[in-house]
Structure formats: C-alpha cells, structure tokens
C-alpha cells in the first residue's frame, strides 16, 4: 500500500532473530496490527499494539513503536522454519473515513533457513 | 479455522466473462471485507459492507460490485474480466462497527481466499 511501507524479503537463519519493519504515513490509528500470511491461506492476526505504547512482548514477539518517527517493527526471538510466511503491518485508516479497513503494507516475506 | 468461509477456492474463466465470489463472515460479525491480493498491487481493500450497507470503498474498479444480504453473507461480483483481474480475493469480517474507525479494537478474520486466474 502507498501509506505503508515494508522491505520485501528477509532472510535468517533458524534460531536467529527476524527484524520486520514498516513505516506508515497517517498517525491517528489507535491500534496497529501485524497480520501472518502463510502459504496458501489467509491472513491472520499475529500481534497488535496499543499506539500509546512503545513496545508489547508477547512470547517470542516483541513489537516496537515509534509514533515520531512512525515506525513500527516486529521482531521474532529464536526464529523457527514453521514462521516462514508474509508478514504485513497494518495501521487501519484514518477517523475520518467512515470504514475502518486496514491498509496493508506490501509485506515482507521472511524465509527462515535450517 | 478462521471462521470465514470462501467459495469457490479456484476459480478459471476467459476474459470478458463475469464471475462470482462468496463469503459468509463468522458468526456475529456484522462487517465484511473484501481485498484484493496480486504480485504487482499487493494486497489492497475494496469495499466494506456492515449489517447490509455498503460504508467504505478503496480501490474498487466500476466492472466490479458487490452486495451483503440479510443473512449477512456477501457476494463479489467481477464483471468484463481482464487478464489484470487475476489474482487472490480474500474476505474477511470483524465485529467492530464502522464509523468509530480506528478508536476500537478491530481484528479482522481472514476467509482462505478464492484464487481467480483469467485467461
């Protein structure tokens, strides 16, 4: 998505940490969520943070926010091959618009290696 | 098993043909979601339906529409297929309200998608 920017690929290896990052243009997002797209299914929700906080652990995850410079990133703890998959951070809209759909960044394709 | 059922999982048409794509949200949810997944755009929103109305479009061409029924399960309609329309159709549904945006928690759950490939 034009408002949200990620790196398209990242490679590690198995039991490294993985480092996704994103940069968003519009702040006024209350929650920002990372969503996991593994092959050939869906997205689902992996984690989430409250935008008044500037990091939230959630066992291996730890996501990291910097509203000033609106920046968020994810970062994995002893990377496994089951979370290779596309990872995608997404701040929903704006309060001005009447939906409140997420707008994707392109993803990043983490590729976890043996 | 997100909850969010998607039909047909494949689907192969010509250009120039019309197809449709169902969803049925999770139980209780009343908004609906539809995207758009392909190499070159990413993944991007089309439209949202909440309790049978229509609340907010992204880049939804005119060729397409769509429609939530009173059963709450929503329907993509693809129209004048072109060789670009191929790619990954996703519902997803949530049980957040419009309007309030991004003040509310809002997690969306993801159908398996429908793959339509035009040729």
């Known amino acids: 998505g034009e408002d949200v920017e990620q790196s398209l690929f990242l490679s590690v290896r198995e039991g490294d940490s993985s480092v996704i990052n994103c940069t968003y243009t519009?702040?006024?997002?209350?929650?920002l969520y990372w969503y996991k797209q593994e092959p050939g299914a869906g997205l689902q929700l992996l984690t989430y943070?409250?935008?008044?906080?500037d990091m939230k652990q959630d066992q291996r995850l730890t996501v990291l926010l910097n509203k000033k410079d609106k920046h968020l990133s994810l970062r994995i703890a002893d990377t496994q091959t089951g979370d290779s998959a596309i990872y995608f951070c997404?701040?929903?809209?704006?309060?001005?618009?009447?939906?409140?759909?997420?707008?994707f960044g392109g993803g990043t394709r983490l590729m976890v290696k043996p | 098993d997100s909850g969010v059922t998607q039909t047909p999982k494949h689907l192969i048409t010509a250009t120039g043909q019309r197809v449709t794509l169902r969803c049925s949200p999770r139980?209780?949810?009343?908004?609906v979601y539809w995207y758009q997944q392909s190499l070159d755009q990413g993944l991007q929103f089309l439209i949202q339906?909440?309790?049978?109305?229509?609340?907010a479009k992204g880049n939804i061409l005119e060729r397409f529409s769509a429609q939530q029924f009173p059963d709450l399960h929503s329907e993509l309609n693809l129209s004048s297929l072109e060789l670009g329309d191929s790619a990954l159709y996703f519902c997803?549904?949530?049980?957040?309200?419009?309007?309030?945006?991004?003040?509310?928690?809002?997690?969306?759950?993801f159908g398996p998608g429908t793959r339509l490939t035009v040729l």
């Open positions: 943070i409250f935008s008044n906080m």
């Open positions: 997803a549904s949530s049980v957040a309200p419009p309007g309030l945006a991004s003040n509310l928690y809002n997690e969306q759950f």
């Open positions: 139980s209780g949810d009343l908004s």
């Open positions: 519009d702040s006024s997002s209350t929650y």
């Open positions: 339906y909440y309790n049978g109305e229509e609340r």
């Open positions: 997404a701040p929903p809209r704006g309060r001005n618009n009447a939906g409140n759909m997420l707008t």
